[in-house]
């Protein structure tokens, strides 16, 4: 039990005791896909310094279940605002009306899944994870320092991805 006084900060914990276990197993490919709680710790606080810069307070999620879905949800926790997982087989005309009651400006999905769904009501304002991810992947010493500092620093972790101030 974590006495953590929010979501994100629980999480944070959470994941920081499981830093080298699978903690999500994913098997939405031919391939399960496993990641290690420290992985996903790092890639979603990283992901979540982008969603952070958007003012919106509410911010869509519009990926299936798996890995994406929670590096998605992660993301939006950890950047101190509300995720809300969108239903993407709604008709048209009840995820527009919905979008425009929650205030949603910013939706997070995948290019592909964007592909799949031509007819979502997609918002001006995209944020596709796989392209995300594909640059953080590629900034691995930023991933492996972040990695080192959940380790090592928790606290200077938590302060220096704003996780006290949400």
Known sequence: MTSSTNLP??????????????????YSRAEPIRIKGWALLALGLMISKKVRN???????????????????????????????NLNLTVSRE??????REAEIDVIISADKVKKKFPDFPWT????DLGEIIETQKSKKISLIFAAIQIICLPKVSCKRFKLDQI
Do not use: C, Q
Not at 9 to 26: I, P
């Open 9 to 26: 900060k629980a999480l944070f914990h959470s994941l920081r005791r499981n830093l080298f276990l699978n903690v999500v197993e994913d």
């Open 54 to 84: 958007y003012k919106d307070l509410r911010i869509g999620i519009a990926l299936p279940p798996g890995i994406a879905g929670i590096l998605g949800n992660l993301a939006v926790l950890f950047s101190g605002k509300i995720p809300v």
């Open 94 to 99: 009840s995820m527009t009306d919905s979008l």
């Open 124 to 127: 001006d304002t995209f944020l």
